[in-house]
């Protein structure tokens, strides 16, 4: 081969192999960025559900209102199951059909 065609063909390797590599990096990127936005988002989700639920297990009539309250959730949000947890990880409420494993907790 003449020397013109293997610059051309090492400068084509060359590129190929630094665009895999930024395609690469920037996927990785992109997918840890939507993991911690999907974090933050679970996280205020569980934040607010918490501050509205701690007002019910004042009053009398706790599941009455908590099991509206997790619907809401459910219907206004990308949760598929919510409930709600006493200190000693009973459920005083729950909403949605799928089952997680926390540790200890199921939801």
């Known amino acids: ?29 992109a997918r840890n960025l939507a ?10 989700l569980a934040q607010n559900l918490a501050s509205n639920s701690s007002q019910a297990t004042y009053n009398e009539d706790l599941y009455k209102q908590l099991a509206p309250l997790l619907k809401s959730l459910l219907a206004t949000s990308d949760a598929v199951a919510a409930s709600v947890c006493d200190a000693s990880g009973n459920a005083l409420a729950e909403a949605g059909a799928v089952e997680i494993r926390l540790g200890a907790h199921s939801l």
């Open 1 to 29: 081969m003449k020397f013109r065609t293997k610059l051309a063909l090492g400068t084509a390797a060359v590129l190929f192999g630094t665009a895999l590599a930024f395609f690469a990096f920037f996927s990785s990127l």
């Open 35 to 44: 993991m911690e936005r999907l974090e933050e988002k679970a996280n205020s």
